[in-house]
């Protein structure tokens, strides 16, 4: 079962939608004992840095989330700002991340985007697998849809699992260990966002 953490951020519908008919069981997480029912953990996020971290900790799952992760080991999947909160820290706020990914979250940079181009970048882009991870087996030439002004920066180049061009390459999604995050929103993202969701479900 994977759990839909609920702190009152993110498209948790949509992906409630998407493994309703996958036919793989989901629960929306509001409390700790929702969240150590499942087997996996998918943290949604939208807007702030700064705000989605507030959110979180005053949700009190906080806690259950360090334990299932760090030390149960549980596959965790952070999605958009939920993935930006797994670095150590954002330029967009000043708290503190959770600090599961060994990296940090950095604003594009205008003197890269070209006159046609500016911030938020949003709107579908490739995205190139670069580690044959198994969150993306079987996706061919995937595309998914963006909506972001900062992205994650891993001090570690293998962290990183795929990439995308935005004035800049930049990287799109990573994984250490049990930690996986996308920047894009696989849950708005057609076919490769259900193969990719998919994937995630079947992880050993």
């Avoid at 891993?154 to 390459?169: C, F, M, N, V």
Wanted: aromatic share 10%; proline share 4%.
């Amino acid at each position: 079962m994977i759990a839909l953490v609920d702190y009152g951020l993110g498209n948790i519908q949509a992906f409630a939608n998407i493994y309703k008919r996958l036919g793989i069981k989901v629960l929306v997480a509001k409390t700790p004992s929702d969240v150590r029912r499942a087997s996996k953990i998918i943290l949604p996020g939208v807007g702030a840095f700064d705000w989605a971290m507030t959110r979180l900790q005053d949700s009190g799952l906080r806690e259950t989330l360090d334990e299932e992760v760090l030390v149960k080991k549980k596959p965790i999947l952070g999605v958009c700002v939920g993935m930006q909160m797994l670095a150590h820290s954002s330029e967009e706020g000043i708290l503190p991340g959770l600090g599961w990914i060994n990296a940090t979250v950095v604003k594009f940079d205008s003197q890269y985007l070209n006159g046609q181009t500016h911030l938020p970048h949003m709107g579908w882009n490739d995205v190139e697998p670069c580690n044959c991870d198994l969150l993306f087996r079987g996706l061919d030439t995937p595309r998914y849809y963006f909506l972001h002004s900062f992205f994650m920066k891993p001090h570690q180049k293998e962290i990183t699992i795929a990439t995308a061009q935005y004035g800049i390459s930049f990287t799109a999604a990573v994984r250490s260990g049990n930690v996986y995050g996308t920047q894009f929103h696989p849950e708005k993202s057609h076919e490769w966002g259900i193969g990719l969701l998919k994937n995630f479900a079947e992880l050993a």
